[in-house]
């Protein structure tokens, strides 16, 4: 072993992730006074806009509440460049952050954890990297994100390709131009969607494996001139208010009149209102019953699938294949991606849609894809925008060890805890960020979510260290509580 795998570095606090959430954390505790160091996989920060980096990828929260609130001068002197900017410029401004902070002094970069294991008797955590470099820390806190660990290997002969397959979760830097060449898409998720309208213009011919279907809203994206920012700027304090108070984080809220209290004109006025105005507003600034009661649920459904249809020629094929029905799922029961002329892609010439449910796909093969039905698609390109282990899957992947060397891993293939999502029984000063069950978590405006769960966090550690308290962990019965009502609330929209 070589001398730097022998030393021991010791911490106060460690942060696992440089993402928008790690980033903040490291701030905080550094801010404190303590001895932190955070600790990323990537060469750079970003978390998600450092791996997503395929053709599209953009956030669907408007850039004036994408935003940290802790520096207001930071806010007001980075001008975005549109209403949704895209990954570049994401990346871009979470570089101009951990600049602004002298950040990345603190940050190792490169490097991925494999082991964190709670020592009962100095209560302490002994972390180890990949590269066999050992940490020593009081407080460790895992801002690993929500979806940070794509699928992979999803399908039989996957390796067999021979032509380029494309994760959209880990794009390369250097990924050839797709100019020309046959694409095949796979997934009609967020991902999917932004990779789908995107590529198209540019693709020599593309054939988009659908499954389920999806509901969708118009970004209506545009450009931010120097005026557009300035209107901003001035209204940091109130926008700020907004999101910190309302239901997912957004600087829009439930404001609309009762659904039950409203005529039919009324309603139908607030929904192309909402439908013309872009954003997520469609979803959670229109009509809470539509999470609770399915009739309602369903007028809006109908709503949208009538916008779709007319957008799709009212093409039979096309809208049985990609507009969901009453008997699929109802709309806002899950995040609802954002679009720009998404569905005009498939009534382009060179694009073609294959319909995985009565085909499925069963493997890949040297030439490209074979489906159940025995044709085989023949590809340049495979993009696979098959999704996340969310929530779990990146915590998963290390090997958390508490008291009495439980298992996070294996408790979770049991059971998924938290209390909050902040932290999980039995594995003191431990503390996450986007882990499962913290509130709002797949409705958020991340941003605003992972700023509540960094200043609680550094709340608490505050708290301890000024108290003599040496560890924090939530007991069992305020877990159980907690996931009690999280299950409660959850039962009306569950089948
Ligand atoms: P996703 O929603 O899990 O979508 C994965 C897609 O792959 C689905 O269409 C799925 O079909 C399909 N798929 C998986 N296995 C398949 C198979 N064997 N055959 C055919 N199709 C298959 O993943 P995502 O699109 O990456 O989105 C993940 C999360 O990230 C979402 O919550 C989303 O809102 C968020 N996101 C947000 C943004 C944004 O801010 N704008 C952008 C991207 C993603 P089935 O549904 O049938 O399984």
Known sequence: MNAAVDKVTVLDAMVIGAGVAGLYQLHNLRKMGLKVRAYETATGVGGTWYWNRYPGARFDSQAEIYQYWFDEEMYKSWQPSERFPAQPETEEWLNYVADRHDLKKDIQFSTRIASAHYDEGTERWNI????????????????????????????????????????????????????????????????GIQVIQTIAPEVGSMKIFCRTPQYIIPMNNRKYTEEDWAYWCERYNETKDKVMNSFAGFDYDFTEKAWA????????????????????????????????????????????????????????????????????????????????????????????????NASPIQEFVPEGIKTADG?????????????????????SRIDFRGRDNRSLKDQWQQEITTAMGLQ?????????????????????????????????????????????KKTVEVSKAVEDAWVKHVMKLLEPTSL
């Not at 044709?375 to 915590?395: C, K, N, R």
């Not at 039995?426 to 978590?441: D, E, I, Q």
């Open 128 to 191: 180890t990297t990949e590269a066999g470099e050992k940490i020593n820390t009081q407080f460790l806190i895992a801002c690993c994100g929500m979806l940070s660990a794509p699928l992979e290997n999803r399908f039989k002969g996957q390796e067999t390709f021979k032509g380029d397959t494309y994760l959209t979760g880990k794009w390369p830097k250097d990924a050839t131009s797709l100019k020309g060449k046959r694409v095949a898409v796979i997934g009609t998720g967020a991902t």
């Open 375 to 395: 044709t085989i698609h023949e590809f340049d390109v495979i993009i696979l925008a098959t999704g996340f282990d969310a929530g779990s899957g990146a915590l």
């Open 424 to 468: 999980v029984h039995g594995y003191p000063n431990l503390f996450t960020t986007g882990a499962p069950l913290a509130p709002s978590a797949a409705l958020c405006n991340m941003t605003t979510c992972l700023q509540y769960q960094v200043d609680w966090i550094t709340n608490c550690v505050d708290y301890a260290l000024k108290n003599g």
């Open 261 to 356: 209290d409203s005529t039919e004109e009324e309603r139908q006025a607030v929904l192309e209102k909402h439908w013309e105005g872009g954003s997520l507003s469609l979803w959670l600034a229109t009509y809470s019953e539509i999470f609770f009661d399915e009739k309602i649920g369903e007028e809006v459904s109908e709503f949208v699938r009538k916008k779709m249809r007319a957008r799709l020629g009212n093409d039979p094929k096309l809208c049985d294949l990609l507009i969901p029905t009453a008997d699929d799922y109802t709309f806002g029961t899950h995040r609802v991606p954002l679009e720009t002329n998404y569905l005009e892609v498939y009534l382009q010439d060179n694009v073609e849609p294959v319909d995985c």
